[in-house]
């Protein structure tokens, strides 16, 4: 299972505003090349950063794997199938928690379920277990209006893996958290991961963010996004944030990737990222 490839990225570009109409009205039209000639391999259960400048492709990366945006070139296989579409092997995590306000905690979690085969209760207790592990057991009635950010995204959590999809795509899930929060939900998606196994393709813009969390970081240039940079994190599954940022090779890693993102975009775009 290990060396399994979950996730192959093979070629892959994608332009925006390039399919349909006349080959010249799409050349007239603004069409935009987001990605360029990505090719990625990611192994089952590993933990995976992309980092890149604002507005380099790495939403559209990760909606091209999901299977939610159809891609321009390339190929992007998971387990060694193409993709052709969203498929249950495959989840998202999303930074506005995109909850259903008129559901309670237990009704958003199930909400996935119910296209899935099996009677209300198994749908319920697959939810109740899903609310335990992301830490939330008490808060099955609230609505999530009466939850913090925080706890919201515990939600969105649980709402992706009570599919028990293979591989979560996580969208800057903790972008909209305050500093506190972030670190807390670091820590308990590190343990999620660890019991879960999932394979993790993380967004952040956040370089410190990306050396706590994952086993490899991917750099993207900017726009149109491709890789510059594929590196990998030293410091072992069970460091927890501060040991991570205590261990003597974070700062070279931390500069080494700070430099990977100053590679100038392309068409001249902006290059920023945050480090933390
Ligand atoms: N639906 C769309 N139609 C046309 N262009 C789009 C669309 N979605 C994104 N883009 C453009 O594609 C480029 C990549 O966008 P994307 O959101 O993937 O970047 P990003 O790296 O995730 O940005 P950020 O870090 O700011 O969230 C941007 O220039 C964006 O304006």
Redesign the pocket.
């Known amino acids: 299972m290990k060396d399994q490839i979950a996730i192959a990225v093979i070629g892959v570009s ?1 332009e ?2 390039s399919s349909g109409g006349s080959k010249r009205k799409r050349k007239e039209s ?1 069409a ?1 090349l ?2 360029e000639n990505i090719s990625l391999q990611v192994p089952a259960g590993q933990f995976l950063s992309l980092i ?12 091209c794997i999901d299977g939610l ?1 159809p891609i321009s070139a390339g190929e992007i296989r998971v387990n060694g199938t193409p993709i052709d579409g969203p498929g249950r092997d495959r989840a998202v995590v999303f ?1 506005d928690f995109r909850l259903l306000p008129w559901r309670t905690v237990l009704g958003n979690i199930v909400f996935p379920l119910e296209s899935v085969a099996g009677t209300k209760a198994e749908r319920e207790a697959i939810a109740r277990e899903h609310i335990e592990l992301v830490g939330l057991r008490g808060f099955e009635d609230r609505y999530p209006h009466q939850l913090s950010g925080g706890m919201q995204q515990r939600v969105g959590i649980a709402r992706a893996l009570a599919t028990n999809p293979e591989i979560l795509l996580m ?2 899930p903790f972008g909209a958290l305050d500093a506190q929060t972030r670190e807390v939900l670091q820590i308990e998606l590190m343990r999620i991961w660890k019991k879960t196994g999932k394979t993790v393709v993380f ?1 952040t ?1 956040s370089v410190d963010e990306a050396l706590v969390l994952s086993q490899r970081v991917v750099i ?1 240039s900017g ?3 491709q890789i510059v940079q594929d590196v990998e994190v030293p410091f072992g599954d069970d460091a927890g944030p501060d040991e991570v940022r205590a261990d003597p090779r974070f700062p070279e890693l931390r500069q080494r990737i700070w430099h990977g993102l100053r590679v100038p975009a392309t068409d001249g ?1 902006e290059v ?1 990222a945050r480090s933390r």
Do not use: F, N
């Not at 507005?55 to 990760?62: A, D, F, P, Q």
């Open positions: 994608k925006y505003g603004t935009l987001a990605l890149g400048p604002s507005g380099c492709g790495k939403t559209t990366l990760l909606k945006l930074q969208d800057e967004v813009h993207l726009r149109p996004g775009a920023v």
